[in-house]
Structures are given as structure tokens and as C-alpha cells.
């Protein structure tokens, strides 16, 4: 039988899934009942000294769809507007009710030393697991000089995390902003600094866009708007890529996340480097329920695959992720086209056309591949609707 407990920093996880600081931690009463549903963890709604002035707008959401579904947000929501004294007592409250999960601070503050230190000294006093510093905010804050500020300066980033070091009584998590040039140079500035380890990504700067009726904003703050954080599945394959960008050049343990949405996905990050994942967007659209599908999946793709616990799935792709420049050139990867499954819909064909090679062509009544033009790109598979495509290499 595989397992789904791990160990992170001495903290014992039941399994691999947090929350993740977002408005489904903003409160103790919705932790409470997300534990009671299997979830193995929360990471708090970020919680500031209380005389940081935060004043949010409305609406905060902007959505992006896919048909009705929605596959990704832009939000301009702020921190958590509960004073430190709330949180110290319902970590209490949280601990004693529930022992074994973990509980991990998010904080933010001004870049002074005893504003930092001062709000970690008043949660020592609490059973919290962890911190997580969040430099990462990317709305807000950033005006401020916090946030995605910091996060996105090297220097700055590693000052406050060995302040924070200077005094956490707890192991110290630093959650990274995707919003930068180089993920790995940030981790790899507050890993020297003394972090104990990582989380990645909070959400991805965007705009969702203009009403092109009204002329107005999608994300409409009485007529105006201003850049939010994305999340959801639009943001995982760029989470998936910093996770592992940060992994390629450390070796401290990595809270994964950004569109994680089903067991799949979670198994993904953890393949890259993960050492347990974060979820929010997924949560805020259907409920905290969506755990049991998450930890029944992924129990059952390590029974399957014969993996004692994510241990022996973790890091599994980092080795196969390299530059452009070493990847095996040959063979080229040819269609294959299985023309008992092929509808002759003309997808591939005309894909080819459109985009450079034109390789592909109806003949007597079958599609062909003229192998002296195809270079091997994939295109054809990836639009076919009757997966008749195969590659030959
Ligand atoms: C409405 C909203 C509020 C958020 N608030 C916080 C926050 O207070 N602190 C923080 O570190 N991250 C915050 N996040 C970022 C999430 O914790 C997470 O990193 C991000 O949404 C990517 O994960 P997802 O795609 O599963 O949503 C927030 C995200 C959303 C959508």
C-alpha cells in the first residue's frame, strides 16, 4: 500500500495537499472544515502588522473562460484584514482541534526589520508549523514596496528573510513570484540568505481584457481598472516551469503550485521537483470537497505505478529537463497517419498548410506525408480530433 504521508523540514504531512493562502484560509471556521474534509494542510491568508492600511476594491474578479468554464482569474484582492491577535488564537484553536495538520503563517510587512520581526516573534508564541514569507503579491502591495516589490529584488528578498531567520522559531518558507526574469536567481539569493525552503508561484501579473461593448474594463472598479494576479489552469504550465527552474538549482524542500485542479496536476509538480502543493483557484470554484478526488487519484496512480510514496515520484522529470541546445535532434519525429481512425476532416492538413511546411495533403482520398517537407513539428497530432496521428521516429 503507497502512502501519501511525507516529511518536510521535520513537520509530518497526512498527505501532500494544502491550501493555499487565499481567501478559502481568510477565515478559521473555513480551515476548520476544510481539515475535516481531508485536506492535509492551510497555508493562512497572509496576515500584516494591524496597522498596515490595506483598503480593497471592488469587484476583485475578472475571469477567463473556456466556453462556461472558467480556466483562470485575475483578481486584485489584498490581505488578510484580520488582526495577528485573530490568528494567534485560531492557530491555537486549529492545533488543538486538529493536531496533525499543518499549519503554516503567511506574513507580510513593511521592509523594516521590526516589523518583520515583531509580527514572527507574536506567532512563536502560536502552534504554527511554518512561515511563508509572501514576496509575491503582484497588485497592492507592490505600491506600497512589498509584496512583488521584494520578491522580485534579489537583495532585498534576502535581507528580510535573514531577518525573519535572525528570530523564526519555526522553519521558514519564501513564496517567489513568477513575475521575473529568473525565478532561480531569487531562490537561490534567500536560499543563502537561510531559507528553509520555497514555494512557488503565487499568481501571474495580467489584464483580462476590455468589454468591447461598454469600452470599459473587464475587471471594472467604477470605470477603472489596474493589472491583477492570474491563477488557475492558465497559470500551470508557468508554474510547472519555475517550480522546476527553481529545483534545477536547489535542493530545499518546494511547496508547488498555480492551476493545480486535479490529482494530475499535483502529480506533475511533485514529478518536477515538488515536495508538496498548494491549491486555491480550483477550491474558491468548487468547494473544498475537490480533495477527495485528489487524494483518491493520486493513491491510486502510485499503487498503480508501484511507487511506495511521493518520494519515489518526486524530482522523477527534473533529469530530462535541459536547454535547447541538448536535445536530440534526430530522429525527427514523422506522422504517422492510422488511416482506419482518420475522418478526413482536413484539421492536420490544414494546420500544415498554414503554418510553414506544408507537408500534408489529401491523395486519392487519404491524408499523406510528404516526408522531403515535414520537419517533424507535431502540429498535425496535436489538432487531430481522432487522435490518428501518430509520430514515427
Ligand atoms: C483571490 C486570491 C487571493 C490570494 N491571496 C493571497 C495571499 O493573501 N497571500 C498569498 O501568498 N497568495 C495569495 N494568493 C495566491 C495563491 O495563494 C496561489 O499562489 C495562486 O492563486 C496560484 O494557485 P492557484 O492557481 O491554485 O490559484 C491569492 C490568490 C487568489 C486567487
Same mark, same amino acid.
Given at each position: 500500500?503507497? +502512502?501519501?504521508?511525507?516529511?518536510?523540514?521535520?513537520?509530518?504531512?497526512?498527505?501532500?495537499?494544502?491550501?493555499?493562502?487565499?481567501?478559502?484560509?481568510?477565515?478559521?471556521?473555513? *480551515?476548520? /472544515?476544510?481539515? %475535516?474534509?481531508?485536506?492535509?494542510?492551510?497555508?493562512?491568508?497572509?496576515?500584516?502588522?494591524?496597522?498596515?492600511?490595506?483598503?480593497?476594491?471592488?469587484? #476583485?474578479?475578472?475571469?477567463?473562460?473556456?466556453?462556461?468554464h472558467i480556466i483562470?482569474?485575475?483578481? *486584485?484582492?489584498?490581505?488578510?484584514?484580520?488582526?495577528?491577535?485573530?490568528?494567534?488564537?485560531?492557530?491555537?484553536?486549529?492545533?488543538?482541534?486538529?493536531?496533525?495538520?499543518?499549519?503554516?503563517?503567511?506574513?507580510?510587512? &513593511?521592509?523594516? $526589520?521590526?516589523?518583520?520581526?515583531?509580527?514572527?516573534?507574536?506567532?512563536?508564541?502560536?502552534?504554527?508549523?511554518?512561515?511563508?514569507?509572501?514576496?509575491?503579491?503582484?497588485?497592492?502591495? &507592490?505600491?506600497?514596496?512589498?509584496?512583488?516589490?521584494?520578491?522580485?529584488?534579489?537583495?532585498?528578498?534576502?535581507?528580510?528573510? /535573514?531577518?525573519?531567520?535572525?528570530?523564526?522559531? $519555526?522553519?521558514?518558507?519564501?513564496?517567489?513570484?513568477?513575475?521575473? +526574469?529568473?525565478?532561480?536567481?531569487?531562490?537561490?539569493?534567500? %536560499? $543563502?540568505?537561510?531559507?528553509?525552503?520555497?514555494?512557488?508561484?503565487? +499568481?501571474?501579473?495580467?489584464?483580462?481584457?476590455?468589454?468591447?461593448?461598454?469600452? #470599459?474594463?473587464?475587471?471594472?472598479?467604477?470605470?477603472?481598472?489596474?493589472?491583477?494576479?492570474?491563477?488557475?489552469?492558465?497559470?500551470? &504550465?508557468?508554474?510547472?516551469?519555475?517550480?522546476?527552474?527553481?529545483?534545477q538549482v536547489s535542493?530545499?524542500? *518546494?511547496?508547488?503550485?498555480?492551476?493545480?485542479?486535479?490529482?494530475?496536476?499535483?502529480? /506533475?509538480? @511533485?514529478?518536477?521537483?515538488?515536495?508538496?502543493?498548494?491549491?486555491?483557484?480550483?477550491?474558491?470554484?468548487?468547494?473544498?470537497?475537490?480533495?477527495?478526488?485528489?487524494?483518491?487519484?493520486?493513491?491510486?496512480? @502510485?499503487?498503480?505505478?508501484?511507487?511506495a510514496d511521493i /518520494?519515489?515520484?518526486?524530482?522523477?522529470?527534473?533529469?530530462?529537463?535541459?536547454?535547447?541546445?541538448?536535445?536530440?535532434?534526430?530522429?525527427?519525429?514523422?506522422?504517422?497517419?492510422?488511416?482506419?481512425?482518420?475522418? #478526413?476532416?482536413?484539421?492536420?492538413?490544414?494546420?500544415?498548410?498554414?503554418? %510553414?511546411?506544408?507537408?500534408? #495533403?489529401?491523395?486519392?482520398?487519404?491524408?499523406?506525408?510528404?516526408?522531403?517537407?515535414?520537419?517533424?513539428?507535431?502540429?498535425?497530432?496535436?489538432?487531430? &480530433?481522432?487522435?490518428?496521428?501518430?509520430?514515427?521516429?
Amino acid at each position: 500500500m503507497s +502512502t501519501l504521508h511525507t516529511r518536510i523540514l521535520g513537520i509530518d504531512f497526512e498527505n501532500p495537499f494544502l491550501l493555499a493562502s487565499a481567501p478559502p484560509t481568510a477565515l478559521i471556521e473555513s *480551515i476548520d /472544515q476544510a481539515f %475535516e474534509m481531508g485536506w492535509g494542510g492551510a497555508v493562512l491568508k497572509t496576515i500584516t502588522p494591524d496597522d498596515l492600511e490595506m483598503e480593497e476594491a471592488s469587484p #476583485r474578479y475578472a475571469a477567463l473562460y473556456d466556453k462556461k468554464h472558467i480556466i483562470g482569474f485575475q483578481n *486584485i484582492e489584498l490581505l488578510s484584514h484580520q488582526t495577528v491577535q485573530y490568528w494567534c488564537d485560531g492557530i491555537k484553536y486549529l492545533k488543538q482541534k486538529h493536531p496533525h495538520k499543518v499549519i503554516i503563517a503567511s506574513i507580510m510587512a &513593511p521592509v523594516q $526589520k521590526e516589523q518583520w520581526q515583531d509580527l514572527v516573534q507574536r506567532l512563536n508564541n502560536t502552534p504554527a508549523d511554518a512561515y511563508e514569507l509572501n514576496f509575491s503579491c503582484p497588485h497592492g502591495m &507592490p505600491e506600497k514596496g512589498i509584496g512583488m516589490a521584494i520578491g522580485t529584488d534579489a537583495q532585498v528578498s534576502a535581507q528580510i528573510t /535573514q531577518w525573519v531567520k535572525q528570530v523564526a522559531q $519555526k522553519p521558514v518558507f519564501v513564496k517567489l513570484t513568477p513575475n521575473v +526574469t529568473d525565478i532561480a536567481t531569487i531562490a537561490r539569493a534567500v %536560499e $543563502k540568505a537561510g531559507a528553509d525552503g520555497l514555494a512557488a508561484i503565487n +499568481t501571474v501579473q495580467g489584464f483580462m481584457g476590455i468589454d468591447l461593448h461598454t469600452l #470599459r474594463p473587464v475587471l471594472d472598479v467604477n470605470g477603472k481598472t489596474t493589472f491583477g494576479g492570474c491563477s488557475g489552469p492558465i497559470v500551470r &504550465p508557468i508554474g510547472l516551469r519555475c517550480v522546476a527552474q527553481i529545483r534545477q538549482v536547489s535542493s530545499l524542500p *518546494i511547496l508547488g503550485q498555480g492551476g493545480i485542479s486535479s490529482w494530475e496536476d499535483a502529480a /506533475q509538480y @511533485l514529478a518536477v521537483g515538488a515536495d508538496a502543493v498548494q491549491v486555491c483557484t480550483e477550491v474558491m470554484l468548487h468547494g473544498y470537497q475537490v480533495i477527495g478526488p485528489m487524494l483518491k487519484g493520486l493513491q491510486t496512480y @502510485l499503487e498503480e505505478k508501484k511507487f511506495a510514496d511521493i /518520494q519515489t515520484l518526486q524530482n522523477r522529470a527534473i533529469s530530462l529537463i535541459s536547454t535547447h541546445e541538448n536535445l536530440p535532434k534526430q530522429p525527427v519525429a514523422y506522422p504517422q497517419i492510422n488511416q482506419e481512425i482518420c475522418v #478526413r476532416c482536413g484539421k492536420c492538413i490544414s494546420i500544415c498548410q498554414e503554418s %510553414e511546411h506544408q507537408a500534408l #495533403r489529401l491523395e486519392d482520398g487519404y491524408v499523406q506525408v510528404e516526408q522531403a517537407r515535414c520537419v517533424g513539428c507535431g502540429l498535425c497530432r496535436l489538432v487531430c &480530433p481522432k487522435q490518428a496521428i501518430g509520430i514515427k521516429q
